[in-house]
């Protein structure tokens, strides 16, 4: 099928994009990478009004070391964030993600910001930016607010942004020292969307991971934050059973859907076996990394 | 690779189409065309009540808005009939539905537009006042007996019932030492062609001219239908099949909407084109497959295979498939069982109904995969539970069809196979024993691997005994006219048709060979009603098994020809006379005229000849199979995989096939013409699945959601070739085209179920679902383990 | 009516100047408007990269990019690619293990195997993981990996 008919502008600068936004609330959308809108518009599942493109607002572009935060601009490809030597140094979670996200070619166009926008559940980079904690900063005239990444996912395709806002960056935090990450998803096919995922971060403290944050995504309405996560100590010399015990007690919190990638409680189960994987996983890379010390 | 083998000739057109100068139907430029887009129906089953076209008909850049009254004038109705199955008759069918649309996506509302995006559009601004009708989506409400009918007035949806018996199953049943049974449910699938259904159709009015672009496999079956439903004489209808970007059986049949653009065509007296989006591709191509199957297997102590009663439940979806119907898949499924074994008692039995959903057709391999996957995987439960083999119970059981022909217990013609052959080479290339120590070892690690076998019998080269008792027009020889052109090249025109498979070089390489021409100075044309001698095209894996035969024979009766007139201007005896690289050379080997001055003289100077009947520089010969159904292939192919019992994900790891199609022409070609058919055979296996809602709606009808089989997940394929040519053709080559789809799914199915032995748990629906095996995985553990 | 952008890009090494639609997608740009017909539609939806064009240097879907879009930019077909012979190699590699039956998804393919020769010496498994965002669904994709595997090697021992 064929896109129907908009309005299309190409502002030059940011401010001039907000103002699009703004005169044309509701009816305005963003095109940044577009493999998400244009595969809507083109099925003519969306039909907004005006398409606001944003390629030519260089203030959107780059990523940026801000110290504590790594700044990936409205504009950056998912391909620069995988190729970034400054992401994957300071950003582990993202460097175990990223092969999972799309195909070569969606890569070179997509972008992380627009991912997180779009809100698909079974998105990667969306799961990435709640283990992070990340901030999402939202512009609209006159006005700028950061969002925490974990407040800013509200459910299926739902997010806290206002029509007339666009995203501008999203600020990773770099990992600490003592923070180690996993990542793993169940897909069909190699860059397809997530059946069901798990992205974690955790601390590594002597003998142990604790802190953890464990974020299911793919079988969920939006990325979930496990809460019973958050209290679970693992033992670097910790059983099967007791790893199978914490990865169930931490899916509990799901509330899996049911779809055609299976029913809810399949999901949960799956989930519950990449999650001990990925500790599993995590825990030994912790221990060499305290052997190493 | 075989890079060292000569008869492994690149295919010409292969350097075009790299280059990015492939001419399928969409890449033609047919000046002012009107490009169409259809309103289709959004409802599995619905009465159109009221329809308003005023505001499509004055959308910007609309040139007609065409419905089922406007084409009545100009297309007839069609029913699908089957001489020899009157029960598989399915309503009679107009291009547009008029009162009632029996699946979502069928075409009410053509829309004639400058673009494509006007067209869509307009159908935007077609409002239809519908009332949902109750819809038949899945086999058992269609079985029902107070089941609403598909479409109004039928008297019930059986569409077809169909039994076959040999010997005497029951007291083979009762004296078996052993008797092992399973269920099979065969998703829906599609065709998914990665060039879609196009159509090009222009109609001249002042000459009364159809020519027709089309996306197809067989032109002249095109050219009989549009001729029957447009009234035009076969002499104005002249279809054309340029380049085909896939095809796969699904490009095979008289699409409702494709006879909608032809109509259009005549009506408006203007070309106009449609090319299916994707979406609805889904929608409207053809689907496939959808069968359930109870199967049952005995055996006696010794090994041997006793008895099978096979039970069939096909869905053809809302109409029969113009027009060869849509039986063949449940058909094959019950004819095709144990066609490799010796067996003595046989029952099968197939319903079919129609539905509320897209029509069926044909699609690779035709019902084969449904049969060889039942076979299989009963004989693998049997040689378990006597405690045999698996590779060594089939071994046992081959049929005895190496030098006498047979027949199999379900009435399938055998003659001139190599099972044995086969397999021992199977075993060999992939080190069998190897594999199952190293299976029994990961056993240990809780590695869970399969292998799993498929022998299969492959019909090819269907000749006229198919399609000719059932009456429908569909030519099952195949042609070749040979023409020496007056500058000494030669044009071969033929009837097959070439989506890729390679023929058009297997041809040019025996008209090299058969001729003594080099093959640069030959012309193979394709495709088109005009210029080529009437034949089926591409179907029932034909084009070197009977083209490949006409070829031979036309090029010898040709030679001869050459031969003789040469030998009478150079007065010498013709049978001591050769042709070699487009020379004739005499007995001592020197050169003495071309076939340039061959032709030259013929064609102009032919005083000069002394001859008083001077032999055609033309000929046709054409050639089908008439004393045999098909000539029968054979093969086994295997896999390796690996299954993650915690998470329900299955990974290919190998896979191997040896093919006996007779007599290879080009083994590379032929290669990967297994591959791609065992990646649509591990594509049905695992992934593939037209998903459709209790409602009838299709729920997963986009290249996203509807899983086709990619290059991350698909393994090395290794083939090898053993060759026996076929006694029915001088040529000796049979088909291979859908050799790989017929087996491999059946492989999946073998390895799979045997990576879950230890765990009890048998797969037994296919697509293999993640949650499919979770579920068979939980229900076993639920249940005993057999001991 | 669609409003009518005007673009200037740089084609397959030409500039060119046109108006487009705003919502005309780039294949169509190409393949209906410039009559380069060498780059297919498969899906419009980004799934099958039968559409795949190289947009400033790397792989693109030209179905999910607007040819309004494409103002500034620099673009190859498999019509540029194929005639500043920067790929004939890789051609002629396809043909020679017949690693294409249709014929349809090849220049999208092609585009893939560019963009990834031109950063690394791939393996198998390294091309198979980039050739999941091409659907072939003739070859069983074992050719096609053949060959470019067979080209990686070919122009790595070149370079060295």
């Not at chain 1, 595969?39 to 990523?63: E, H, K, Q, W, Y």
């Not at chain 2, 079985?143 to 569409?159: F, I, Q, R």
Request: glycine share 8%; aromatic share 4%; with cysteine.
């Amino acid at each position: 099928m064929k896109a129907p008919i908009f309005t299309y502008r190409r502002p030059d600068d940011l401010d001039g994009a907000l103002a699009l936004l703004a005169d044309h609330a509701g009816e305005a959308q963003v095109l940044a990478g577009g493999q998400s809108l244009m595969p809507t518009l083109n099925m003519r599942l969306s039909s907004p009004g005006m398409l606001v493109d944003i390629n030519r607002i260089a203030s959107l572009r780059g990523i940026a070391d801000r110290g504590e935060a790594i700044r990936v601009g409205a504009l950056v490809r998912h391909a620069e964030v995988a190729e970034s030597s400054l992401m994957a140094a300071r950003i582990p979670l993202i460097a175990l993600a990223m092969p999972h996200v799309a195909h070569m070619a969606v890569r070179n166009r997509g972008t992380t910001c627009g991912s997180l926008a779009l809100a698909d559940p079974s998105a990667e980079m969306p799961a990435v930016a709640v283990a992070l904690d990340a901030r999402i900063v939202l512009n609209k005239r006159g006005a700028t607010r950061t969002v925490s990444a974990r407040a800013f996912f509200q459910g299926l395709y739902q997010t806290a942004r206002d029509d007339d806002e666009m995203i501008t960056e999203i600020l990773f935090p770099v990992a600490r020292k003592n923070q180690i990450f996993g990542f793993a998803e169940l897909s069909r096919r190699h860059g397809d969307f997530a059946t069901v995922g798990v992205a974690v971060r955790a601390r590594h403290i002597v003998g142990a991971l604790d802190d953890l944050s464990v974020v299911f995504f793919g079988s969920e309405p939006a990325p979930l934050l496990s809460p019973g996560a958050r209290d679970i100590i693992l033992a670097a010399d910790c059983t099967d059973t007791t790893l199978a015990d914490a990865a169930r007690a931490m899916t509990a919190d799901m509330e899996p859907m049911d779809n055609q990638q299976g029913r809810g409680e399949t999901k949960r189960k799956q989930a519950a076996v990449l999650l001990q994987r990925t500790l599993r996983d995590m825990l030994g890379r912790a221990r060499i990394r305290s052997s190493d010390v | 690779m075989n890079s060292g083998d000569p008869r492994n000739v690149p295919r010409r057109e292969a350097a075009r189409l790299v280059a990015g100068k492939g001419r399928y139907t969409d890449d033609i430029d047919a000046g002012d065309v009107g490009h169409i887009a259809f309103v289709r129906s959004p409802y599995p089953h619905a009465r159109i009540d009221r329809m308003n076209c005023d505001a499509a008909r004055v959308a910007p850049g609309v040139i007609a808005v065409i419905t089922a009254d406007d084409l009545s004038a100009v297309c007839k109705p069609w029913e699908t009939r089957l001489a020899l199955l009157p029960t598989h008759l399915s309503p009679e069918q107009i291009p547009l539905a008029r009162d009632e649309a029996c699946w979502q996506g069928e075409a009410v509302v053509a829309i004639v537009a400058k673009t494509r995006a006007q067209a869509e559009d307009a159908c935007e601004r077609v409002e239809i006042d519908w009332t949902e009708l109750p819809a038949i989506a899945d086999l058992d409400s269609a079985a029902a007996e107070d089941a609403p009918p598909v479409k109004s007035g039928m008297p019930n949806n059986l569409g077809l019932d169909h039994g076959i018996s040999t010997g005497d199953p029951d007291a083979a049943f009762r004296d078996a030492a052993a008797v092992v049974e399973h269920d099979f449910t065969f998703s829906r699938q599609t065709g998914v062609t990665l060039e879609p259904r196009t159509i090009l159709a222009s109609f001249d009015p002042r000459v009364r001219e159809l020519v027709v672009q089309h996306s197809h496999q067989a032109p002249h079956q095109m050219r009989e239908v549009f001729s029957a439903q447009l009234g035009l004489p076969l002499s104005a209808v002249r279809v054309v099949a340029p380049d085909v970007g896939g095809a796969f059986g699904m490009k095979l049949c008289a699409y409702p909407d494709e006879m909608a653009v032809a109509a259009i065509a005549v009506l408006l007296g203007r070309p106009v084109k449609f090319c299916a989006d994707r979406l609805e591709s889904f929608v409207s191509d053809n689907h496939a497959r959808e069968a359930r199957v109870r199967g049952r297997l005995a055996v006696d102590t010794d090994g041997k295979l006793l008895a099978m009663d096979v039970a069939v439940l096909s869905g053809f979806g809302a109409y029969a498939s113009h027009p060869r119907g849509s039986a063949g898949e449940g058909l094959q499924a019950v004819h095709m069982i144990a066609a490799p074994y010796q067996l003595a008692h046989y029952r099968g039995r197939v319903r079919g109904y129609f539905q509320n959903k897209v029509p069926s057709g044909i699609l690779r391999a035709v019902g084969q995969p449904l049969a060889c996957t039942v076979t299989e995987q009963l004989l693998d439960l049997a040689a378990r539970k006597i405690g045999l083999d698996p590779a060594d119970f089939r071994r046992r059981n081959y049929t005895d069809a190496d030098d006498k022909p047979a027949r199999s217990a379900a009435g399938i013609v055998l003659s001139q196979l190599s099972l044995r052959r086969c397999h021992d080479r199977l075993l060999a290339l992939m080190n069998y024993d190897g594999l199952r120590r190293r299976q029994t070892e990961l056993r240990k690690e809780k590695c869970y691997r399969g292998i799993g076998f498929a022998a299969f019998i492959e019909q090819t080269g269907v000749g006229p005994q198919l399609y000719g008792p059932q009456n429908v027009r569909v030519s099952a020889q195949e042609a070749c006219r040979l023409t020496v052109e007056a500058d000494g090249r030669v044009r071969c025109a033929t009837s097959v048709t070439d989506q890729g498979q390679g023929t058009r070089t297997g041809l040019l390489q025996i008209l090299a060979q058969e001729l003594g021409v080099a093959p640069d100075t030959i012309e193979i044309v394709t495709g088109d009603t005009q210029v080529t001698p009437l034949g089926g095209g591409a179907w029932a894996s034909r084009g070197v098994a009977l083209g490949g035969e006409a070829t031979l024979r036309a090029a010898r009766r040709l030679k001869s020809n050459v031969l003789t007139i040469a030998g009478s201007l150079l007065q010498a005896d013709p049978a001591s006379l050769q042709l070699q690289g487009g020379v004739v050379c005499n007995a001592a080997g020197l050169a003495q005229m071309s076939l340039a001055d061959i032709a030259t003289t013929v064609g102009f100077r032919s005083h000069l000849i002394p001859l008083d009947d001077i032999p055609d520089l033309e000929v046709v010969e054409s050639f089908a199979p008439r004393n045999t159904p098909y000539i029968a292939a054979n093969g086994i192919q295997a896999a390796h995989v690996e299954v993650d019992p915690e998470l329900g994900t299955i990974r290919v790891l190998d896979f191997w096939v040896v093919d006996d199609c007779g007599r290879v022409i080009n083994p590379m070609l032929v290669d990967e013409q297994i591959r791609g058919g065992v990646v649509q055979g591990i594509g049905a296996a695992l992934y593939e699945q037209c998903i459709y809602g209790a409602d009838g709606q299709l729920e997963n009808g986009s290249l996203a959601d509807y899983l086709v089989p990619m290059a991350g997940e698909m393994p090395d394929i290794r083939i090898a070739h053993v060759e026996t040519p076929t006694a029915m053709t001088t040529l000796g080559a049979r088909g291979v085209g859908e050799a790989g789809t017929v087996g491999a799914a059946a492989a999946i199915w073998t390895a799979v179920n045997d990576a879950l032995v230890p765990l009890g748990a048998t797969v037994t629906e296919q697509p293999f679902t993640p949650e499919h095996v979770l579920d068979r995985l939980a229900l076993a553990g639920d249940q005993p383990r057999p001991t | 009516m669609s409003e009518r952008h005007s673009i200037t890009l740089t084609l397959n090494g030409t500039v060119i100047s046109a108006k487009v639609d705003a919502r005309t997608h780039l294949a169509d740009f190409l393949r209906q408007h410039l009559r380069l017909t060498g780059t297919h539609i498969g899906c419009e939806h980004g799934v099958c990269g039968a559409c795949n064009v190289m947009l400033d240097g790397r792989s693109a879907r030209s179905c999910l990019m607007l040819a309004v879009q494409a103002d500034g930019a620099v673009i190859e077909t498999v019509e540029g690619l194929t005639a500043s012979g920067i790929i004939a190699d890789l051609q002629q590699e396809f043909v020679a293990r017949n690693a294409l039956q249709c014929g349809y998804c090849t220049p999208g393919i092609l585009m893939t195997a560019t963009e990834l020769l031109s950063r690394t010496q791939p393996n198998r498994a390294e091309i198979r993981d980039a050739l999941s965002g091409n659907y072939c669904r003739c070859t069983g994709y074992h050719a096609i990996v053949d060959a470019i595997e067979a080209i990686a090697t070919r122009r790595a021992e070149a370079a060295s």
